[in-house]
């Protein structure tokens, strides 16, 4: 049976299938998306904690939020990528220990995944059904989730940051528990509602930048045509001017999507190209070198050490040797 309230439900474009268990529902990602699982809990009436392990492949995947009335959804990246999309066509990136929060009845905004492998805790609370449950459970009714709600439904965007009581609680949120989880579970959301009541939490972290969709997609274009053309003579202020974007932009947003600089990006996809000429060609080193873009054997030499730990011809002999022996074993 559809529950209305399911974090299952927003996020149901990748889903497959949902199967209830005694304490936990479990969603399995459909395989057109790529793999993985996410685990519901109801801990109190009104308030779903849900555990996600997926890998998702190929393209972006959009998954679109709907407004919600009186809910709050919290989120947190244990590891991993996504990306926000938010209805003024700005967006942010949520990675690793980033917390976000936000009024869902205030602010749409659609996810998106790309190639990515993301594990994180996803919290969605009705404050209509949650607040006399807490109030009953905690014996005050002066603690209430509704005051949350009201602070949140101020803002135009979601609460991204960094906190590091915030990270412990969903740290040991994480812990395998296999005696009384459901009762654990119950006292760290308590916990984890009880410290965001304190709103002063999120006066000093909240200084998360968002970008322009506009500008944000030249920069996957960048990337894509980086990754079709890496064997050419690439220089970051023509790659600005050609997809008219200023260079300080191009670097700031690249950093913040890819995790690493234009250059790094740009080295790596050159190297992993050479190591597949080093095994399936004779062709010399510095002929390869060429052709991955580098003017001189000894730059292509130094880069690809620095990368793998070996130099272009011990990487070939080695893995050349090993190809011979597996195949050797295969027969």
Not at 148 to 162: A, D
Not at 179 to 200: A, F, G, M, N
Not at 262 to 278: A, C, F, G, P, V
């Amino acid at each position: 049976m559809k529950d209305e309230n399911s974090v299952f439900n927003y996020i149901d474009e990748l889903i497959s299938h949902v199967t209830d268990n005694t304490d936990e529902r479990m969603a399995t990602i459909d395989e057109a998306c790529g793999d993985g699982k996410m685990l519901s809990y109801e801990v109190f009436d009104g308030i779903e904690l849900c555990f996600i392990d997926m890998k998702i492949s190929g393209i972006y995947k959009e998954v679109e939020v709907e407004y919600a009335e009186n809910k709050i959804e919290i989120n947190y990246c244990v590891t991993g990528q996504y990306q926000c999309e938010f209805d003024d066509h700005t967006m942010t990136f949520i990675k690793d220990l980033d917390f976000s929060i936000h009024s869902m009845d205030k602010v749409v905004t659609n996810y998106s995944f790309n190639d990515n492998y993301y594990k994180g805790i996803s919290i969605v609370i009705d404050v209509r059904k949650a607040d006399p449950v807490l109030a009953a459970f905690l014996d005050n009714e002066e603690i209430r989730v509704k005051d949350l709600h009201t602070f949140l439904r101020e803002k135009t965007k979601p609460i991204v940051m960094k906190d590091t009581v915030l990270e412990q609680i969903f740290t040991q949120l994480y812990q395998k528990k296999k005696l009384y989880k459901l009762e654990y579970y119950r006292l760290k959301i308590i916990e984890l509602i009880l410290t965001l009541l304190d709103l002063s939490i999120f006066d000093k972290n909240n200084k998360r930048i968002y970008y322009q969709k506009a500008y944000v997609e030249k920069v996957k274009e960048i990337k894509a045509y980086m990754d079709e053309h890496y064997h050419e003579k690439l220089l970051i202020g023509e790659l600005a001017e050609r997809f008219q974007i200023s260079m300080t932009m191009l670097k700031k947003i690249f950093k913040d999507i890819y995790d690493t600089t234009i250059y790094n990006s740009l080295r790596e996809t050159r190297i992993q190209n050479s190591k597949k000429l080093l095994l399936e060609t004779n062709e010399k080193i510095i002929d390869i070198a060429c052709k991955v873009g580098y003017t001189n054997a000894s730059k292509y030499a130094s880069a690809f050490k620095e990368i793998t730990g070996l130099t272009p011809l011990i990487y070939r002999k080695i893995h050349r040797k090993k190809r011979e022996e597996l195949a050797k074993n295969n027969k």
